[in-house]
T-cell receptor, first 113, second 114 residues
Framework: AQSVSQHNHHVILSEAASLELGCNYS??????LFWYVQYPGQHLQLLLK??????LVKGIKGFEAEFIKSKFSFNLRKPSVQWSDTAEYFC???????????FGTGTRLTVIP | DGGITQSPKYLFRKEGQNVTLSCEQN?????MYWYRQDPGQGLRLIYY???????QKGDIAEGYSVSREKKESFPLTVTSAQKNPTAFYLC?????????????FGPGTRLTVL
């Protein structure tokens, strides 16, 4: 069965610090990978996605993620966080051609001004 | 504005009562989904629908029911058979069930069963 692990439950950073949130998945076939973000009081929205091609994908607001197939990982990064990045971040995966989107448990990021 | 609306934002019900959560989208999307979000557990799929009058069970469908009589609407009923109904419920839609389609989410309904 597919599963997604986000080992960091709560991350606290100061502004301008670098960010890396871990995401590991278990699935034997071709996968599509997503990062969603939920800002306080707002809808869950797509941050970035990977289907194929360049394993380093860039999303909105300066975020990027790298797909490392050998490690079954899709870690989210940002070189310098801002207070406005405070949110909950969800990694999600589905098998290519599959209907279900599997979500990780989420990582809450708090950025201190 | 195109988007997904869910109502109400907060809902309180007594134990043993059925309750229906509304989800409407004006994005002209074919596929719609219901997720449940619990603290520390992420999002779990309850039901999904590819087209009108068709829907499929997700991972945690027991105690829930849905209907899809119109393309724009996908209401979720939380029945008295659901053992732990207090949760945050999210509705989503996408152009199709193809795995490459981005899912767009509504603002959610927080259900509390007293």
């Amino acid at each position: 069965a597919q599963s997604v692990s986000q080992h960091n439950h709560h991350v606290i950073l100061s502004e301008a610090a670098s960010l890396e949130l871990g995401c590991n998945y278990s699935y034997g076939g071709t996968v599509n990978l997503f990062w969603y973000v939920q800002y306080p009081g707002q809808h869950l929205q797509l941050l970035l996605k990977y289907f194929s091609g360049d394993p380093l994908v860039k999303g909105i607001k300066g975020f990027e993620a790298e797909f490392i197939k050998s490690k079954f990982s899709f870690n989210l990064r940002k070189p310098s966080v801002q207070w406005s990045d405070t949110a909950e971040y969800f990694c999600a995966v589905n098998g290519a051609g599959a209907n279900n989107l599997f979500f990780g448990t989420g990582t809450r990021l708090t950025v201190i001004p | 504005d195109g988007g997904i609306t869910q109502s109400p934002k907060y809902l309180f019900r007594k134990e043993g009562q059925n309750v229906t959560l509304s989800c409407e989208q004006n994005l002209n999307h074919d596929a719609m989904y219901w997720y449940r979000q619990d603290p520390g557990q992420g999002l779990r799929l309850i039901y999904y629908s590819q087209i009108v009058n068709d829907f499929q069970k997700g991972d945690i469908a027991e105690g829930y029911s849905v209907s899809r009589e119109k393309k724009e609407s996908f209401p979720l009923t939380v029945t008295s058979a659901q053992k732990n109904p207090t949760a945050f419920y999210l509705c989503a839609s996408s152009r199709g069930l193809d795995s490459y389609n981005e899912q767009f989410f509504g603002p959610g309904t927080r259900l509390t069963v007293l």
